[in-house]
């Protein structure tokens, strides 16, 4: 026994191959590139399959992760794709784009000593091969009962929850308000991040197991959630996230060249305008941009900006290191790429020219001082530390909210005071009978495996209700 | 859906409406309001008003100046060919209500196109409605037919007087405005156009309403284009509007704005005119 664990603890965590940074920080292509199945194999032979695996409690939906390494392990890959899709229905997904540092891999045994278990690289290895060479047969799907549901939103809550219900043999609707499905998935993270294939396979496969895409409709404007009830819909569920840019509010900040990162990354995914003009959307070229905020918005975007032909893309973020929210992939990959970062610089106003046009961002150094209510340590202004940063591009990218098309033509729709849905956290029900919300409408902007949990919870109780009732 | 069942060209050919099948939009469309258009795959997502709308047909109405690369290949689809993608209907509609007195509607350019729904809606609440709109020249008058039937007095002007007032349409709303007891303004064209207006009707405090064609790209406010300076806020035109007290809009801002991607958007033109002549 002794012996074996010895063995597996001499072999490292297996890095997976990647474009070079001086290559990929000008293409758009995916960054790191995936493992063969020997690399896979080989990283899966270091889980210790500890009897109690510490990985799963990090895991927000709860993947059986060492019965899938297990499988990955022993060459059964399509084993091992079953069992993680008992509990999360997007794999290649969260195999990119988890922080698994926060969660399994942050709690894995052998980070103790050593590097963690690679077990979202493992879950990426997984869904890729099966999405390549798996037989793409489809799971049984239990006899049509002729109850319809609707579900309002195709990102990743609202694609669990019609993935599900489908299954159980329901007539599924997602409608959508954009020409395309997948959410942020789509328009917000990058090609280089989370190849768009990707997405649309996942949508591909819902189809056909029969879920109805419903695209260009804008539920609040197009239709309403009563109505849905009235043309013969059981129950609605939710899951439109949480669109709506937040800006700094700082004098200048509605001149040209400044964008929110939705705006930006939705012109550059979304719309595609990167193959600008082949592509009818532009984005403006900035040559020195600067991107406020820490998160993976933020990451994104500064990392497009370089993509797109920028000389210089700094990252400026009022508190330190420590606290950047992103994954700690996405940082150091920033980091490699050229990225600058100012750490601990709040913006406090942009200066422009006489056409109304950015050229620059006045900036406080600060320093951190007391813990605040979420037990960050608060920054505060250094006195006269007031500088000029050049500039003729800004992204700011500090974070989402409400948006409240939807929400505020639906009627007896309960709200938090910030616009989100009142829902319930085990079930997924509102105050309003017969809907259900989930993801990014609920919590405010989190993870995708958040909203695939939230509508995985979802899901299971619109089954509960469609037997026995609300 | 979204299939083009009309088409026609009007004002020398630089304008076209085309009538389109949308029944979820018809049926829920009121004045004000408008659509966002894709033609196909690469196409950009386009804002236009909803010129008229027809319910029991499940038809919309669009009328477009062809300024740029999407209004052209808009232009260039037959009848029978579909849109990709009508998104709508976005924006608050126009209040409409019964105004105590007189409600000038004054239009240029294209903005009559926008101009005209609201027109109509106004003298349907059984307003008294005197309306202005203005060209360059005779031939790229547009709607003149629609909104003399809902107005009760119509005046044209033209740049260069080829055709009725020879002048600015702000020469005709000063004489409205020094003869008829006007409750409200509704000037909707160029930005110039709109600016100037609202300086002459703020000397004589009459409300003034415009109608704001920033550039957007989802039209449901998640992504701040269309975002623009009204009073001391910042409002996004796709949720917020399109329409604004003109006297509180800052137009300079708007101006700059419009011009964000003029490298661009000559790019695009030039590239479609190229391809065009060679196919
Ligand atoms: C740039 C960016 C990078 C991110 N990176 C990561 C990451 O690396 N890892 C991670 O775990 N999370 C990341 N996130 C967060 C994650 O993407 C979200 O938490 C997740 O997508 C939320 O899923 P959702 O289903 O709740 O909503 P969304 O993905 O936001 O999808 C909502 C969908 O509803 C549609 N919709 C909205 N309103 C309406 C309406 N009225 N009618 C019809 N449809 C409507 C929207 O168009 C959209 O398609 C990132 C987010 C962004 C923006
Ligand atoms: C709510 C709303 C309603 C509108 N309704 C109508 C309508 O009913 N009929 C109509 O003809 N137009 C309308 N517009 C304007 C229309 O959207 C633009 O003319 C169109 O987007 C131009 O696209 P393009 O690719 O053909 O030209 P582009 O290549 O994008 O632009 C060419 C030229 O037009 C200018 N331009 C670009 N975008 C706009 C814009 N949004 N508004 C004004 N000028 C612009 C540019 O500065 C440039 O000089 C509306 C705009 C909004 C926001
Ligand atoms: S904690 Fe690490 S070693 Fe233990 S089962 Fe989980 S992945 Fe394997
Ligand atoms: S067009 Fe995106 S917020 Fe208005």
Partial sequence: MAEEKKKKESIPRQEMPEQEPKVRNKNFDEVPLGYSPELARKEAERCLQCKKPSCIQGCPVGIDIPGFIAHIRDGEFTKAIRKIWEKNSLPAVCGRVCPQEDQCEGLCVLGKKDKPVAIGHLERFAADYERLYGSGELPPQAAPTGKKIAVVGSGPAGLTVAGDLILQGHEVTVYEAFHKGGGVLVYGIPEFRLPKEIVASELHYLERLGVKFEYDVVVGKTLDVDELFAQGFEAVFIGVGAGLPTFLNLPGENMVGIYSANEYLTRANLMKAYLFPEYDTPLMQGKDVVVIGAGNVAMDSARTALRMGADKVRIVYRRSEAEMPARVDEIHHAEEEGIEFFLLTNPVRFLGDDQGRVKGMRCLQMELGEPDESGRRKPKPIEGSEFTLDCDLAVVAVGAGANPVLTQNTKNMQLTKRGYVVADPKTGKTMKPGVWAGGDIVTGQATVILAAGAGRLASNSIQDYLAIGW | ?279
Avoid: W
Avoid at chain 2, 98 to 116: F, M, R
Avoid at chain 2, 229 to 252: I, S
């Fill in chain 2, 1 to 279: 859906m979204f299939e083009i069942l009309r088409r026609e060209l009007m004002a020398d050919e630089s304008v076209v409406l085309n009538e389109i099948s949308a029944p979820l939009i018809a049926e829920k469309a009121q004045p004000g309001q408008f659509v966002i258009l894709r033609a196909n795959e690469t196409g950009e997502r386009i804002p236009l008003t909803l010129a008229e709308t027809n319910p029991t047909r499940g038809t919309i109405t669009i009328i477009y100046q062809v300024v740029g690369k999407s209004t052209a290949l808009f232009k260039s689809m037959k009848v029978g060919e579909k849109f990709m993608d009508v998104i709508g209907p976005l924006g608050r509609p126009t209040d409409i209500e019964k105004i105590d007195g007189e409600v000038v509607c004054v239009g240029g350019g294209t903005g009559v196109a926008v101009l005209y729904p609201i027109t109509q809606a106004f003298k349907d609440a059984g307003n008294n409605v005197t309306s202005v709109i203005g060209a360059r020249s005779k031939n790229l008058v547009m709607l003149e037919d629609r909104m003399q039937g809902a107005s009760d007095e119509l005046h044209v002007c033209t740049d260069d007087g080829s055709y009725g007032h020879h002048g600015f349409v702000t020469d005709m709303l000063k004489h409205a405005l020094d003869t008829k007891d006007v409750r409200l303004v509704v000037a909707i064209g160029p930005v110039p156009m709109m600016k100037f207006c609202c300086q002459m009707t703020a000397e004589y405090n009459v409300k003034t309403l415009v109608s704001l064609n920033t550039i957007m790209v989802d039209g449901t406010g998640m992504c701040g284009s269309c975002r623009i300076t009204v009073g001391k806020e910042t409002k996004f035109a796709c949720v917020d509007g399109p329409e604004f007290d003109g006297h509180q809009v800052d137009f300079n801002e708007l101006t700059s704005r419009l011009q964000a991607y003029c490298p661009e958007e000559k790019q695009a033109y030039e590239k479609f005119k190229c391809e065009c002549q060679s196919s």
